[in-house]
């Protein structure tokens, strides 16, 4: 058997000679770990045509109570990716890329609601366009399944395009029934109905014709008073020009026509800088939202509340922000919104 002074003596010469062989170490040392997945399928071409996808909403997770147990129930509903498929050979499905211009626009415009809080929305097209066609969105929280509503409710915002304020509580208010709509009311939001008023390069009380929407509506005193009250009344400021004849503006007309076929039970409409709640029409008005306090102010030819609260007998809460370029507190948005609530709850069960 070899002596171990024989065998180190091996061993040296082996490693002497094998230091002589060439060869290349690798830069980097290779790590194992699970292959990271694919981004796009694996196709034998050159150039692999490219899948776009575009940013998808956030979930919307709404809870409901199941006729038969007070456990909520959580409904989940995932939008589908919007996906360039038309390499695959399939349609390509439409992109309503006018939304998307909005929010973009309103984005820019607004520093409370981003262009990612706006697309978060799904605001939909209505068919409806401002003078500069840009679209009059909507967004709807139906009634849901095995929950009975107490009612329809409009909630108007951006009447007048200076008052920013009233566009941008309507994107907090929808992110609050984003997780908590329940059913209880079957909502439909217009956040912003004078785009081209909010969206010009200043921004400005009237639409692109120059013309004030909220004296517009074609209330039955139109005809009569509207052009005299302006005179009269308001020394013809421009500012409340109430136009050429009633519902002579596209987003007056659609809104009109919107109203007619959704038949809301109230209409909730937001505007600032007042710091006050006003109200036309039935029932009992709401004596306080946040700290919002009751103060009537009557109706105008052309108004909204004259229209829709005293020619259609509809309940119109009209909500005055304090301030037009300053968003209320956080606590002042969820407790105008709580009260809000708390008040057609109430006056929706004794209609029942």
């Given amino acids: 058997m070899p002596s171990r002074g024989l065998l180190l003596l091996a061993l040296m010469a082996t490693l002497s000679a094998c230091s002589k062989l060439p060869f290349s170490q690798p830069a980097t040392p290779e790590i194992a770990s699970q292959p990271e997945p694919l981004a796009e399928p694996a196709i034998l071409s050159a150039e692999p045509p490219k899948v776009t996808i575009v940013p998808v909403p956030e979930v919307v997770i709404e809870v409901v109570n199941t006729a038969d147990s007070n456990t909520p129930e959580l409904a989940e509903t995932v939008p589908e990716p919007s996906v360039d498929i038309s390499f695959f050979g399939l349609p390509t499905p439409e992109v309503d890329f006018s939304i998307i211009d909005l929010c973009q626009e309103i984005g820019d415009k607004l520093s409370s609601v981003s262009v ?13 366009f401002s003078v500069l066609k840009r679209p009059l969105a909507v967004r709807e929280y139906p009634e849901l399944p095995q929950r009975e509503s107490l009612g329809r409710v409009l909630l108007i915002g951006g009447i007048h395009g200076d008052e920013y304020s009233s566009v941008s509580i309507a ?7 984003n997780e908590y709509h329940s059913g209880v009311f079957h909502w439909q939001f217009i956040p912003l109905s004078n785009p081209d008023g909010l ?3 200043e921004s400005r009380r009237q639409n692109e014709n120059g013309v004030d929407l909220n004296r517009n509506f074609p209330s039955a005193d139109w005809n009569d008073s509207a052009a005299s009250f302006w005179e009269d009344k308001t020394d013809s400021n421009e500012r409340r020009y109430p136009g050429e004849s009633g519902g002579s503006e596209p987003e007056v007309a659609w809104l009109v026509k919107h109203i007619n076929e959704f038949q809301p039970d109230v209409i909730i409409s937001v505007h600032a800088p007042y710091h006050l709640v006003d109200y036309d029409g039935p029932p009992a008005a709401p ?7 009751l103060n009537r102010l009557g109706v105008y030819p052309g108004s909204l509340g004259h229209y829709a609260g005293v020619d259609l007998d509809k309940p119109v ?6 301030y037009a ?28």
Avoid: Y
Wanted: hydrophobic share 40%; proline share 3%; charged share 25%.
């Fill in 171 to 177: 994107f907090k208010w929808m992110e609050i029934l």
């Fill in 325 to 352: 370029g300053i968003m209320p507190s956080e606590n002042q948005i969820s407790k105008m919104w709580t009260d809000l609530v708390a008040w057609l709850v109430e006056e929706r069960t004794k209609e029942r």
């Fill in 116 to 128: 990612q809080d706006c697309l978060d929305q799904q605001l939909q097209s209505t068919g409806g």
């Fill in 287 to 293: 004596e306080q939202l946040g700290d919002l306090h």
């Fill in 199 to 201: 969206l010009g390069e």
């Fill in 317 to 322: 809460v009209t909500i005055e922000l304090p």
